[in-house]
């Protein structure tokens, strides 16, 4: 039983370290704690959300070693050892939006914007399995989170243009072909 | 207590021990999609969860002696984007494919989702159509049941709480198999199936053979009904041995009541689903007499570049 | 000196989509769930698990014992130390901060608990044991209105101060808590010079707003000083119910604002803010309250209602004569549910010129959960009465739908059925462009592929905005010439905020980059009635524009004082003062305010609309001008399932004016993904009052695979500059509904009355006119839904 650090009348606490948006981060968490809880309450990214508590509608979407998943399913105890990245880890460095991010921005892909976290993640992800991905793809891939103001055809134009300004990017003439 | 113990075993061997020293108050959990939920909403009070997710040897897939075996940690998505399990059993893959949304899919397993019995799942039905065995592990020695003794009713399984599910084990249909899963879904894209209906058969000859339906969301438990299945034997699958078949799992299936149809619709939607999807195994027979190894793909395969 | 055209362009470069679009994409905006004040307690509560029933015992002895509780609390503690009111309500006080003596919905909060985490009060809270006496319990309208129905609330509620637009009749049954009519013509003669009278009747189920941000507020309530931050769209509303339980000014109580996660009125009157405040008030503590997800589904609705409708129609298509009997089924409480049956009231007559009409709207008390705002408010119900009730009287009489709508619709100078002329009026350029655009063919038979049908259908509506009403408006101009602007309009992701910036930088022609909105503060923030009734960019625009005037005034007269010049001879300019005719001269407003020495220049602003209806016969004023919208969708239809896919939906929109195109487009589209859910699915299933669906893998909302392959948008300009500005947030929604409707009549013949269109209602009636044996298109019911057709054919009676 490693990483036992105190019991109280709600159970056993126990401490996680896990690499958090590229640094490495230990918490303390009881069993039934999600990621969610213990992003929120102990390493204050607000970014991440809940919104149904059970898989459904993405807000609290955070990238599990690269892969998206509902932070609101995934105990914290369980996360032992697994990068993860939340919508706080999108910007670079210097604080420059990603171009997913810049996406979203330049089409308005949002109304209240508690699922956008959500959705830039989940579209990270995408643009890596999917470089080519059609608009039935990217609705088919998208349609696990899901957006109560309904700015669903924004958020297809913002990623439809992603798509074709990476596109542009990758056939773009190198120095060296110039 | 609202936060059970929570416990890592290094192997399998020591996580039954785990559970059967527990005697029925832990719970196994990996993926937890589940288990967060039920933890959370106060419907089960484990004293301990005992965690597998990082237990070796039981997150591959492989193949032998025309079966294939799927480790109990595979995630969903790994069987979906599994090269070697989308070119033996492309349904297989199509099927969980289905399941929820990427996120969940990316960290449910398929130990769990045979485990946790949910009538509304879509892998289990299949699992069940295509004659899978589960293989379980417990102090006793290692087991294998067919997944057809499994099921007894809601969130019910014949598992004993000491016992793991480390794989389950499908045999690869012999070539010329046709297979389809139809997963109906009566509300919103995002629902879980109102009924779940997976058709297989063997086509040659000019005959189908081994015709294989199962029915999942309908009922409590999937249902698979050999004695119906017969009709299609060695039958061209017209359409009255279709509507045979289709009606007789209609009337023979208990079918529940839920938000997404009640038990009137769903024997109407049974009907239904079970005539489509033998109507597409036949069709898929007859638009390509012979598949280059044991199903037809699916129209909608999901893609993964890197 | 530049022209006109570039001077324009100077101050508008660098406009985004919102103001604050990189707080909104890094996960930055100041939700008030992100809140945390020094030594605050979280809260949780124990909701009742019965309908109705009274307590007789509530024992929290051993969830005292757990340490780390701080404060438990329940009604009767609330009564019996007396130390505040223990009621509350924008209307009536009808709802207990917590249960006293009775409980009469399942998930009423009946004790809250306060400990030093969320999970030590979840423990405790499992340890309490509250026990009751069940009551019989009533769920629908028509239950409660019968004869030895319980009585829910046995003493008559209070009535307190509230909003101007609200009428009050309590002249019905106990259970009914109000009534609106309108009485106007004479109805009996209306339907004597009709050829034929229809009645039908149409349910709306209650439905979730769904917000994905729960309800969540944190309140520190000191001796004579009270803060409270939450999640709200009407905080001025929270503040002046707050200072009404603690008997304090309302200048002791602060109420903070943050931008909300989604609201669609879910979060116009307090509702967890009391318990909030309470437990502070005892524990002496701040306190920390969240709706889990299946709370958020107990604590407000959409109003389920069921309308009975009689129309009278001579043989040409023009409708005479219109009786209604709606009853809303306003839940437990009356949350504002007095007011929403007026707005649905008048709302059942629809966009048409009727002469005789006669309406009786009641909002009626049961044991479910209150229902209270929803979008659309009240007119959604109307719409789905009345337009699909035009829609089968058109097939009735043989008529192309489109023809009977354009024959009857509303032009300018007309009367309503509150006797006010409609003015700027568009709904026939709306209906005729949803015609054109969806490519509507009345001769033309549906399209069928397969077990597949294709056919298309359309709707018209109207709706009100909230009138009189006010909204107050400062800018303060700063030194640097940069502006702030002081509103308490909640930015709730319709935009408000940033149409704001964008008017005043028009007005003033200064960068948005140097235009801010304060964080809304009930302490520093002026007065605005309510973020809700899509009345922002005109009520708020008004008051915005006016404080701009104030501080254009005092600029002219500050610049003169540095000026030869009267202020006469002074105007604004490229962000300038100069004086009239030599613009190249000019004074920038830095120099103005700091060679003044004025510190900032504050302007004020003030907004107002008049109106109001007479109570005895709802003749008056309801709406200072008229929202419209027309919808026309394409549906194919699974003749073997029932299933129904929305392939392409054109939503058209009487906007006035568009200040922010994209704003226009995002709330049109969202309408149309909440109307689509609501068309196909969306219902609270309740069974003996136990809700059955509270949770979202139960109750679905639209995904981005519901939405309709083609969305085609007709947002309506009236191409005047100084038209007025029509709010748009809600005012396509209620057209969704009906459009589908009746595509889905086209397509198969099944005329379905009761929302929501599941694939299962469908199917059955595709059974039915089966069984009917080639029964004529269109003439048959769904077996589970009102009776529809057949000339006076009576089922429900408003007579």
């Known amino acids: ?178 | 207590m609202l936060a059970p113990r929570f416990l890592r075993p290094e192997s399998s061997d020591e996580a039954v021990e785990l559970l059967r020293s527990f005697e029925g108050a832990a719970k196994v959990v990996a993926g937890s999609t589940a288990m967060t939920i039920m933890l959370r909403q106060g419907l089960i009070e484990p004293d301990a969860l005992i965690y597998v997710g990082g237990l070796p040897g039981l997150r591959e897939i492989h193949e032998e002696d025309s079966r294939l075996r799927v480790g109990a940690l595979c995630t969903h998505r790994e069987v979906e984007l599994s090269a070697e399990v989308r070119a033996v059993l492309p349904i297989l893959a199509y099927t969980f494919g289905t399941v929820a949304n990427v996120r969940v899919r990316n960290a449910a397993t398929v130990g769990g989702v045979v485990a946790e019995a949910d009538y509304a799942s879509d892998p289990p039905a299949v699992l069940l159509g295509l004659g899978a065995d589960v293989i379980t592990t417990s102090p006793s020695g290692e087991r294998r049941r067919p997944l057809l003794s499994f099921y007894r009713s809601f969130y019910e399984t014949e598992l004993d709480f000491d016992e793991l599910i480390v794989a389950i084990d499908v045999p690869i249909p012999p070539s010329g198999t046709y297979a389809v899963y139809e997963k109906y879904v009566s509300r919103a894209s995002e629902d879980r199936p109102c009924v779940g209906v997976f058709a297989s058969a063997q086509f040659y000859g000019g005959l189908f053979h081994n015709v294989r339906i199962a029915i999942g969301a309908a009922s409590e438990t999937p249902q698979h009904v050999p004695a119906i299945d017969r009709a299609g034997d060695e039958s061209d699958l017209r359409a009255s041995v279709i509507g045979e078949i289709a009606e007789a799992y209609a009337e023979q299936t208990d079918t529940l009541d839920d938000m997404r149809g009640s038990s009137w619709y769903r024997k109407e939607m049974i009907r239904v689903w079970v005539r489509r999807a033998l109507e597409r195994v036949r069709e898929d027979a007859y638009a390509s007499p012979s598949p280059s190894r044991s199903s037809s793909i699916p129209d909608e395969m999901p893609r993964r570049d890197q | 000196m530049e022209s006109g055209g570039r001077e324009a362009s100077t101050w508008r470069e660098g406009r985004s989509g919102m103001i604050d679009s990189y707080e909104r994409v890094t996960g930055r905006v100041p939700f008030a769930t992100n809140v945390e004040v020094q030594g605050m307690l979280h809260a949780v509560l124990l909701r009742s698990q019965i309908a109705h029933g009274r307590i007789t015992r509530i024992d929290v002895s051993r969830a005292k014992e757990v340490p780390g509780v701080h404060t438990i609390l329940t009604g009767a503690d609330i009564v019996v130390r007396g130390a505040f009111k223990a009621r509350f309500g924008p209307v009536f006080r009808d709802q207990p901060i917590l249960a006293i003596d009775k409980v009469r919905f399942v998930g009423e909060p009946v004790v809250a608990v306060a400990a030093e985490d969320r999970d030590i009060a979840v423990t405790a809270l499992a340890l309490i044991d509250v026990e009751y006496e069940e009551l019989p319990a009533v769920f629908t309208p028509e239950e409660a209105m019968a004869n030895g129905a319980p009585i829910l609330h046995e003493e008559r509620p209070e009535l307190g101060a509230t909003f101007a637009d609200i009428l009050i009749n309590r002249s019905g049954d106990p259970n009914t808590c109000n009534t609106f009519k309108v009485r106007r013509g004479d109805i009996e003669s209306g339907f004597a010079q009709s050829d034929h009278i229809f009645e039908d009747v149409f349910t709306s189920p209650s439905v979730q707003h769904v917000p994905l941000e729960t309800h969540c507020c944190i309140a520190s309530v000191e001796r004579s000083r009270i803060v409270i931050t939450t999640g709200t769209q009407i905080p001025y509303m929270v503040r002046g119910q707050i200072a009404e339980i603690f008997g304090l000014p309302a200048s002791a109580v602060q109420v903070i604002a943050p931008p909300l996660g989604g609201a669609y009125g879910s979060k116009c009157y307090p509702s967890i803010e009391p318990i909030a405040a309470a437990l502070s008030y005892f524990s002496g503590r701040p306190v920390r309250l969240q709706n889990a997800r299946d709370e958020e589904f107990v604590t407000i609705t959409k109003h389920g209602v069921k309308i009975y409708m009689k129309t009278g129609v001579r043989s040409d298509g023009r409708i005479l004569a219109r009786k209604v009997l709606a009853l809303f089924n306003t839940g437990a409480y009356a949350d504002i549910g007095p007011r929403l049956i007026k707005n649905g009231g008048y709302g059942t007559n629809g966009p048409v010129s009727i002469p005789h009409v006669w309406i009786d709207s009641h909002a009626v008390y049961t044991n479910v959960t209150p229902a209270g705002a929803f979008r659309g408010y009240g007119i959604s119900q109307a719409a789905w009465a009345y337009d699909s009730q035009i829609d089968m009287i058109a097939h009735r009489l043989e008529m192309d739908p489109y023809e009977l709508r354009m024959k009857n619709l509303l032009v300018d100078g007309e009367p309503f059925c509150t006797g006010e002329l409609m003015h700027d009026v568009h709904f026939r350029e709306l209906l005729t462009t949803a015609r054109d655009r969806i490519g509507w063919d009345w001769s033309a038979a549906p399209e069928r592929v397969g077990q597949k049908v294709r056919a298309k259908g359309m709707s018209c509506i109207i709706k009100s905005t909230v009138t009189p009403s006010t909204s107050t408006a400062s800018v303060k101009l700063n030194d640097d010439g940069s502006l702030h602007i002081l509103t308490s309009s909640i930015e709730l992701g319709q935009g408000v905020h940033t149409l704001l910036v964008n008017l005043a930088s028009d007005q003033l022609q200064i960068p948005v980059g140097r235009i801010s909105v304060a964080r809304v503060d009930t302490d520093v923030t002026p007065y605005d009635q309510q973020t809700s009734s899509s009345r922002s960019s005109w009520s708020m625009g008004h008051a915005l524009t006016a404080a701009i005037s104030d501080v254009k005034e005092q600029l002219l007269s500050r610049a003169a004082e540095l000026s030869d010049e009267e202020a006469s001879q002074l105007e604004i300019r490229n962000g300038h003062v100069s004086v009239i005719g030599a613009p190249e001269q000019g004074l920038s407003y830095q120099e103005v305010v700091r060679r003044t020495r004025a510190g900032n220049i504050v302007g004020r602003g003030f907004s107002q609309t008049q109106g109001g209806l007479d109570p005895e016969s709802g003749q008056g004023v309801a709406s200072v001008h008229w929202h419209q919208a027309a919808g026309a969708a394409e549906v194919e239809v699974d003749l073997e399932t029932g299933h129904v896919k929305v392939v392409k939906y054109h939503a058209g929109v009487y906007a006035g004016r568009v200040v922010n195109q994209v704003h226009g487009e995002l709330q049109t589209e969202g309408n149309l993904a909440m109307g689509l859910g609501q068309a196909l699915w969306e219902e609270l299933l309740y069974d003996n009052g136990q809700l059955q669906n509270g949770s979202l893998a139960d109750y679905m909302i639209a995904s981005f695979d519901d939405m309709p392959d083609e969305v085609d948008l007709n947002i309506l300009e009236s191409g005047r500059p100084d038209a007025e500005l029509h709010g748009i947030g809600e005012t396509s929604l209620p057209a969704v509904m009906p459009a589908i409707a009746n595509a889905v009549f086209r397509a198969t013949g099944v005329r379905i009355t009761d929302l929501p269109l599941t694939a299962e209602k469908v199917l059955r009636g595709l059974k039915a006119l089966e069984a009917e044996g080639g029964a004529k298109n269109g003439d048959l019911t769904t077996p589970d839904g009102a009776s529809t057709d057949g000339q006076k054919h009576v089922v429900g009676s408003v007579t």
């Not at chain 1, 460095?93 to 089409?107: K, M, N, T």
């Not at chain 1, 109560?148 to 074709?164: F, H, Q, W």
Request: proline share 2%; glycine share 10%.
């Open chain 1, 1 to 178: 039983m490693e990483g036992e650090v105190g019991t109280n009348v709600v159970g056993e606490a126990l401490e996680v370290s896990f690499v958090l948006n590229g640094r490495a981060t230990t918490v303390r968490a009881r069993t039934h704690h999600t990621l969610v809880d213990v992003l929120r309450d102990q390493e204050h990214l607000y970014g991440v959300r809940e919104g149904c508590g059970v898989g459904m509608c993405g807000a609290c979407t955070v990238l599990v070693d690269g892969e998206p998943q509902s932070g609101c399913l995934i105990l914290a105890v369980s996360a032992e050892g697994r990068e993860i990245t939340t919508v706080e880890g999108l910007e670079d460095a210097s604080g420059e939006l990603s171009d997913i991010q810049d996406a979203f921005v330049r089409h308005t892909a949002f109304q209240c914007s508690y699922c956008t976290s959500g959705f830039l993640l989940a579209t990270k992800r995408l643009l890596e399995e999917i470089p080519d991905a059609s608009p039935h793809e990217v609705k088919t891939y998208l349609a696990g989170n899901l957006c109560r103001c309904g700015s669903y055809m924004k958020i297809l134009a913002a990623v439809t243009d992603l798509l074709e300004r990476r596109r542009t990017v990758a056939l773009a003439p190198t120095k060296e072909d110039a």
